[in-house]
């Protein structure tokens, strides 16, 4: 008997209601004559969600840490850091520009999480990807039921790169300890649409 919590919807109007916290980039690292946006290291951007980005802000970093921002609103932590509640991403463009990326309390201070152990490897969880909606039209031929499980960040072999594009962000948070409060079980995200017409919906549940 298969006695693992399944994933369901949503309350209607839940997810809506959430506030989402600040979060906090700064400028560790900056090639001089490098930046189109003539970033400096020291710059700071104040996010107002993971949602919001400052007016004018880079889109290739917003792209580039959207799996972080992601992760750390919905309460991921990173063991690999001295302040586990704080993360680093380097822009996309040659590597040339690296922030850090921090979580903001509701008075506007960074979040601490200090480190309780260096960790002694990647612990990666394993997670289960499965399709929740298909009109059956699409060109991989998906549908309702079909499974596929990961291992961390290790991509599964022959999937829609368009799907797992909006995949990714949901694994690399789960991997991390992300949780989704508005969902009927935390370890659990669903409506993952597909960007082609939405004629695919994924549902991804940590199974460990």
């Not at 949503?10 to 979060?23: N, R």
């Not at 959207?66 to 992760?71: D, L, Q």
């Not at 999480?113 to 969880?125: A, F, L, T, V």
């Not at 797992?164 to 949780?179: D, I, Q, R, S």
């Amino acid at each position: 008997m298969n006695m693992k919590p399944q994933c369901e919807k949503p309350k209607i109007g839940k997810a809506a209601a959430l506030k989402f916290p600040k979060l906090k980039f700064t400028v560790i690292k900056a090639e001089e004559d490098f930046c189109y946006h003539n970033y400096k290291v020291g710059d700071e951007f104040i996010l107002d969600d993971f949602t919001h980005a400052p007016k004018n802000f880079c889109l290739a970093v917003t792209h580039a840490a959207f799996p972080c921002m992601h992760a750390l609103t919905f309460g991921g932590r990173f063991p690999f850091r001295e302040n586990m509640a704080s993360v680093c991403t380097t822009c996309p463009d040659g590597g040339k520009m690296a922030f850090k990326i921090e979580l903001l309390d509701d008075n506007g201070n960074v979040v601490v999480d200090p480190q309780k152990e260096k960790p002694k490897g990647p612990n990666p969880k394993k997670m289960e990807i499965e399709v929740e909606y298909s009109d059956n039209t699409c060109t991989y031929g998906y549908k309702v039921g079909d499974k596929w499980e990961v291992k961390g960040l290790k991509t599964p072999e022959g999937m829609c790169g368009a799907a797992y594009h909006l995949l990714f962000p949901v694994l690399f948070e789960m991997n991390f300890g992300a949780k989704f409060n508005f969902e009927k079980d935390p370890n659990c995200k669903t409506g993952i649409t597909c960007p082609d017409g939405g004629k695919v919906k994924f549902k991804v549940r940590r199974l460990e």
